[in-house]
């Protein structure tokens, strides 16, 4: 069913290069004194049920200075003769338990494949890392991750202690790296934008796949099944967060996770989607009226919100505040209920954070920050300053309005009774302005009407 679309897809970017990796790995080293040790674990396993683990996702931080993705891992790097050497800890090859589990690259497949300069067996940790922290002096390391890790670096600081005053060497503190990769991470290379013009390319396709399904006699979870089908059709893992498939009343609950209702005829449903590839992120959503037609009170309302969105995206330039594109939506979203009746106070007014009636029908951001993360790492607010946005930044712009009828809190108007639209894209800081990633997603009220329920 999906030939089609996946023949329209184009070619999957080639994988980060070890190269790469290592002017990664050398760029945070270099923030390093000599005697600094760097820790990073990867996520422990998670049980689904009994005997059965979830799918397995390490951390985004070892992804990004390796590309090693397998559980049972952790990554040090310490600097001899003059030189940084990063080092894994992995599985070992054990033929019994590939058998059952799947293959392992093991110690040889690491140090050929990944940039890794020695891998060590994860059965020899504990002395390994015990014999590298007594010659250190402070610890890159994030607490919380691997508690196993935790207790040793804290142990070998006590152990330490009383040998320092001696012999002058062992860890004196320790210091979570995260926000110095997060600086990293937050300035995408062109080959990080080639994995995430890939997602979101997978999740464009899978959206108009779904609007060419339509919402007739279609349920929720149906429509799921269609986006989340072409992800894993596509060659993707599969989603870089859970769905979100709302119809009618559904699409005014900005998390909604049931996703198991039918969709009625004429209802808009919103479907909130997107796929990981190779651990980069893509985040889109789209609002649709599930026979094709927006009745008049759903077209005022979508262009609204897609005034508001491209208004946002038009301020997606290098030298902005990233707050630029949040207040910008909020400006078009407040003019145009004012100008349909719904806002009954002043612009300024309207958007006053306490007072102002916007936020009773747009209560969320407009932006967050993606990559590795679908809701990525980087400080917002520098030094309490709107962080100014610069060439290789991605952020997504995702403006709505929501009028839940079944809310107590405010006085929903029946024209709008249960419409919630929310139209999200991926956009790329170019050195010209914005690059919107996810440019294949139709968004317009015209071509919207035209794809949907129109099967290929
Ligand atoms: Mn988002």
Redesign the pocket.
């Known amino acids: 069913m999906f030939e089609k679309m996946f023949a329209n897809l184009g070619k999957m970017p080639e994988p980060i290069s070890i190269e790469e990796y290592i002017s990664r790995q050398n760029e945070l080293y270099s923030t390093f004194q000599s005697s600094d040790v760097l820790i990073l674990c990867s996520s422990l396993e998670t049980i689904h049920s009994n005997d059965v683990h979830h799918p397995y996702r390490t951390q985004s931080n070892l992804l990004y200075l390796t590309g090693w993705a397998e559980p049972e891992s952790i990554m040090f790097a310490t600097k001899a003769s003059g030189t940084w050497k990063t080092h894994l800890f992995v599985q070992p090859k054990d033929t019994l338990k590939e058998i059952w589990e799947g293959r392992r690259p093991g110690l040889e497949g690491a140090e050929k494949n990944w940039p890794i300069d020695q891998a060590h067996s994860i059965d020899d940790v504990e002395s390994t890392l015990i014999e590298m922290l007594s010659k250190a002096n402070r610890v890159f390391h994030r607490m919380g991750v691997m508690p196993s890790i935790d207790e040793l670096v804290v142990s070998s600081i006590k152990k330490r202690d009383r040998a320092r005053q001696r012999l002058g060497t062992g860890p004196i503190s320790v210091e979570d790296p995260s926000n110095k990769i997060a600086e990293m991470r937050l300035i995408k290379s062109d080959a990080e934008i080639a994995q995430m013009k890939f997602a979101s390319d997978v999740s464009s396709l899978a959206h108009i796949a779904a609007m060419r399904h339509g919402g007739n006699n279609a349920t929720e979870n149906q429509l799921q099944s269609i986006i989340e089908g072409f992800f894993r059709y596509a060659g993707t893992s599969g989603w870089s967060?859970p769905s979100i498939v709302g119809s009618g009343e559904n699409a005014t609950i900005l998390h909604y996770k049931e996703n198991n209702s039918p969709c009625e005829n004429g209802d808009i449903v919103l479907i909130?989607a997107?796929a990981e590839f190779r651990g980069y992120a893509a985040?889109i959503?789209r609002s649709w009226p599930t026979n094709g037609i927006f009745t008049e009170p759903q077209r005022e309302l979508y262009q609204i919100v897609l005034d508001s969105q491209i208004a946002a995206i038009n301020e997606c330039v290098p030298g902005n505040p990233y707050t630029a594109p949040h207040e910008a939506a909020r400006k078009v979203l407040a003019e145009g209920l004012i100008k349909i009746g719904i806002i009954t106070q002043t612009l300024e007014e309207a958007l006053d954070s306490k007072s102002g009636q916007l936020k009773d029908w747009y209560m969320h951001n407009t932006s967050?920050w993606?990559g590795l993360d679908?809701?990525d790492v980087g400080v917002y607010l520098p030094n309490g300053e709107p962080r100014v946005l610069q060439p290789g930044m991605c952020l997504?712009i995702?403006p709505g309005l929501y009028f839940g009828a079944w809310r107590p809190d405010v006085d929903c108007p029946q024209r709008y009774s249960n419409i919630g639209i929310r139209i999200?894209d991926d956009v790329l800081i170019g050195e010209n302005g914005p690059v919107v990633l996810t440019e294949r997603c139709p968004k317009t009220i015209t071509e919207i009407e035209s794809i949907v329920g129109n099967a290929i």
């Open positions: 967060y909130d997107g985040d959503t967050h993606i679908v809701h997504t995702e999200e």
